[in-house]
């Protein structure tokens, strides 16, 4: 799927590790993680840790669809790494856009947003505003909305730009992405919230 999606690639090997103990799994997240995270991808180990659940002990696309993402995050790592990059001028909503799309497609299922509770992209793209938009009792889904954002630009013909937006490390990534687009983030935020809007009130009626 990330070679569909971004380019052909042969990652570096990844090591995954299973923690069945919440509390175990806990000690491993970094400063800045939320209580709801059940996977973490650790570049500078080259390691996956994922939490597994009851609920996956029931049915296993939860855990498939969590491993499709964590796994893309190091594709990702691994794909700029080998062309001399670092992942540090992607806003956070964007890389984790890529992973959620890969995720849910792995599983070949589609996850329900509610565009009500819209958040405008620049106030996700540090990783502490990414935290603190994900917390438990928020109702705002920036995975979910993320999701819908890389969603918007296949549906709009723009998948190959998506490579570009991973590359283009040398000027604002904000400004690759309107010249890339041809829309400010703005004016793609406006057309991506009444698009959304519209599809919501259509399964909602």
């Known amino acids: 799927m990330n070679e569909k999606l971004i380019d052909v690639h042969q990652p570096v090997p990844v090591t995954v590790i299973l923690y069945r103990n919440p509390e175990n799994f806990q000690k491993q997240l ?7 995270l059940h996977g973490m991808y650790v570049p500078t ?10 609920q996956m002990e029931e049915n296993d696309e939860p855990f498939l669809e969590l491993t499709a993402h964590e796994y893309t995050h190091h594709w990702i790592v691994s794909y700029l790494g080998q062309r001399g990059l670092v992942n ?18 792995s599983i070949e299922k589609i996850p329900s947003f509610i565009p009500l509770h ?12 990414w935290a603190n938009e994900n917390r438990r009792n928020s109702p705002h889904l920036p995975y979910r909305q993320s ?8 549906r709009d013909g ?14 604002n990534f ?7 687009l041809g829309e400010s983030m703005v004016e793609f935020e406006v057309r991506f919230l009444r698009d ?5 009130r259509e399964n909602n009626d």
Request: proline share 4%; aromatic share 14%.
């Open 45 to 54: 180990e080259e390691t996956i840790h994922l939490l597994l659940t009851d």
């Open 30 to 36: 970094p400063i800045h993680s939320y209580e709801n």
């Open 174 to 180: 904000y400004r690759t992405f309107q010249n890339e």
């Open 118 to 129: 819209f958040i405008p992209f620049k106030r996700i793209q540090s990783v502490s505003e």
């Open 88 to 105: 540090g001028h992607l806003p956070r909503w964007f890389e984790e856009g890529i992973a959620e799309y890969v995720g849910w497609a």
């Open 158 to 171: 723009n998948q190959s730009k998506i490579k570009n937006l991973l590359l283009e490390s040398n000027q």
């Open 196 to 200: 959304e809007m519209r599809i919501y």
């Open 147 to 154: 999701y819908y954002a890389i969603d918007q630009l296949v």
